[in-house]
């Protein structure tokens, strides 16, 4: 059972485009975690959320508890945009990772 | 924002050598030290937790005297891979908490030859 489930698994975009990447989970979390991962494997946290909206630069997170769901958008998407993007949840004092959505922006 | 950093970045061994891996929190102090592992393809799998000056608790599935984690210090852990096998060939990552945020190390790749 997985308790996290991210979607699409790759996803490939022209450059400009918006993007949106999915994360649900299955039990009541006390924060989720957006992050980003480069090819060679550098991970970087791009956004910690408990409720509502963060945005920093062309990055967009939402959560809602409710529904038990995330979505991370991406606006004007660029080439160096390419990475995976994972989702990751605390639940307890535990982290559970999504598996991941390859992303691909072509120029 | 937090600054985190692992050494090496990259390390390739014999099969049966040990490699040591450092995590340091140069900001914050790490009160919670998560190692992770990922394998080609897939997701991070937590290896291991420890707090510091605590022994570290294991995930199902992960030797502890394979993998031994040293929490010495608030902003500093170290994750000794012993007699390294090629199955042991992975992206190992360490994710400091301050008991508000967790972080994520850069990584370290490790190949076991």
């Known amino acids: 059972k997985n308790e996290v489930e991210q979607s699409p698994q790759n996803l490939t975009a022209q450059e400009g485009e918006f993007i949106t990447i999915n994360c649900s989970y299955s039990?009541?979390?006390?924060?989720l975690h957006w992050l980003q991962q480069h090819p060679g494997g550098g991970i970087v946290s791009l956004f910690m959320?408990?409720?509502g909206k963060k945005k920093h630069g062309r990055l967009i997170a939402t959560i809602n508890i409710q529904e038990k769901h995330s979505s991370l958008h991406i606006t004007a998407s660029h080439p160096r945009d390419s990475a995976v993007y994972i989702c990751a949840v605390i639940i307890g004092n535990q982290f559970y990772f999504g598996t991941g959505t390859s992303l691909t922006v072509i120029p | 924002g937090a600054v985190v950093s692992q050494h090496p970045s990259r390390v390739i061994c014999k099969s049966g050598t040990s490699v040591k891996i450092e995590c340091r929190s140069l900001d914050f102090q790490a009160t919670t030290m998560f190692w992770y592992r990922q394998f080609p393809k897939q997701s991070l799998m937590l290896m291991a937790t420890s707090n510091e000056g605590s022994k570290a608790t294991y995930e199902q599935g992960v030797e502890k005297d394979k993998f031994l984690i040293n929490h010495a210090s608030l902003t500093l852990s170290t994750l000794t891979v012993t007699s390294a096998h090629p199955e042991d060939s992975s992206f190992y990552i360490c994710?400091?908490?301050?008991?508000?945020?967790?972080?994520f190390g850069p990584g370290t790749r490790l190949l076991v030859l």
């Open positions: 994710g400091p908490a301050d008991g508000v945020t967790q972080y």
């Open positions: 039990v009541g979390i006390s924060a």
């Open positions: 959320l408990s409720s």
